[in-house]
């Protein structure tokens, strides 16, 4: 059984920063270094978007909109990836969601971030 937490949204003004963590548990804990970790958007009137991944490798993909604003990482010691987000906008608002991929999906409960003054 895999479990992901993520943790780090809230509301942030335009032009701030947040750090989402995403920390896994369970039976992923132990081969987390082989996951594709990912980080996803959803606001109620879209699908879900990815936003950022990282492989075992380290090797990283981003969506063109947060090109250069957003970064993800991984500590695979500690099990957690990090998604690192900068000159944040309204248009970033969403709920964010951790993905992990190693033949199946799995999903974290997803953490509110909100961009507003």
């Known amino acids: 059984q895999v479990q992901l937490v993520e943790s780090g949204g809230g509301l942030v003004q335009p032009g701030g920063s947040l750090r989402l963590s995403c920390a896994a548990s369970g039976s992923i804990f132990r081969l987390f270094r082989f996951y594709v970790m990912g980080w996803y958007r959803q606001t109620p009137d879209k699908q879900r978007d990815l936003v950022a991944t990282?492989?075992?490798?380290?090797?990283?993909n981003y969506l063109d909109s947060v090109k250069g604003r957003f970064t993800i990482s991984r500590d695979n010691a500690k099990g957690t990836v990090y998604l690192q987000m900068n000159s944040l906008g309204p248009e970033d608002t969403a709920v964010y969601y951790c993905?992990?991929?190693?033949?199946?999906?799995?999903w974290g409960q997803g953490t509110q971030v909100t961009v507003s003054s």
């Open positions: 993905n992990a991929h190693f033949g199946s999906d799995s």
């Open positions: 990282i492989t075992s490798d380290g090797s990283t």
